[in-house]
């Protein structure tokens, strides 16, 4: 595609409720990356993925917090039992390769947990 | 453990005076670093990599491993400018390096006409 995609854009949900955010990397980009953007915490790193697997999962927050990414390409991020301090704007990346290539930012979901 | 910091959350200067974004880092190997930028409703974007020593919308950023800092600047700001802009390291773990970003709070830019 022509760039990273995040769907949804924006979801609201319920306390203790599970949601699912999707991203779709750009075509042929073996690394993925989910962060997170929330008010005065700024961009964390949650995890990264190089294919299908993930090495590094050192940013999830806690075990509500769960990423899989099937066929090299689509990343699903999963949240369970949503909290209010899940709330902020959750971003994908992806890049061509590992090491110093450039990270592609998709637009983010904001979830927020009322 | 590798730190990112950036001074100031806000930063307002006038159309045509020269502007500097601070960034600090702590890292104990070779870290890489960037300034990405936020422009108002569109996506987190790479301005510019020290490794291109390159100059993109006017910008340069030059890395001091002495003073451990990635200052961005640009001699005269302009309106189109105003955004969020934050510096990340990539760093290199255990000798071996995979994208992984750790980036500043941010600073946002204000440029008044």
């Known amino acids: 595609g022509a760039g990273v995609s995040q769907s949804p854009s924006n979801k609201v949900t319920e306390k203790g409720k599970d949601v699912e955010l999707r991203c779709d990397p750009i075509?042929?980009?073996?690394?993925l990356y989910w962060y997170r953007q929330s008010l005065g915490q700024g961009l964390e790193f949650l995890i990264y993925?190089?294919?299908?697997?993930?090495?590094?999962k050192s940013g999830l927050p806690s075990d509500r917090f769960s990423a899989e990414r099937t066929g090299g390409s689509v990343s699903t991020l999963t949240i369970q039992r949503t909290q209010q301090e899940d709330s902020a704007v959750y971003l994908c990346?992806?890049?061509?390769?590992?090491?110093?290539?450039?990270?592609?930012f998709g637009q983010g979901t904001r979830l927020t947990v009322v | 453990a590798q730190r990112v910091t950036q001074p100031e959350k806000l930063l307002s200067v006038f159309k045509g005076a020269p502007v500097e974004l601070k960034c600090n880092y702590s890292?104990?190997?070779?870290?890489?670093l960037f300034w990405y930028v936020q422009y108002s409703r569109q996506r987190l974007q790479l301005l510019l990599r020290?490794?291109s020593r390159e100059s993109i919308k006017g910008f340069t950023a030059d890395l001091n491993k002495g003073e451990t800092s990635f200052h961005l600047k640009k001699p005269f700001a302009q309106e189109e400018d105003s955004a969020m802009y934050y510096c990340?390291?990539?760093?290199?773990?255990?000798?071996?390096?995979?994208?992984?970003?750790?980036f500043g709070q941010g600073t946002i830019l204000t440029v008044h006409p």
């Open positions: 990346a992806s890049s061509l390769a590992t090491g110093m290539t450039e990270a592609f």
């Open positions: 075509s042929g980009h073996t690394a």
């Open positions: 993925f190089q294919g299908n697997s993930a090495p590094d």
């Open positions: 890292y104990s190997g070779s870290p890489e």
């Open positions: 020290h490794i």
């Open positions: 990340a390291l990539s760093g290199n773990a255990g000798g071996t390096s995979y994208g992984k970003l750790t």
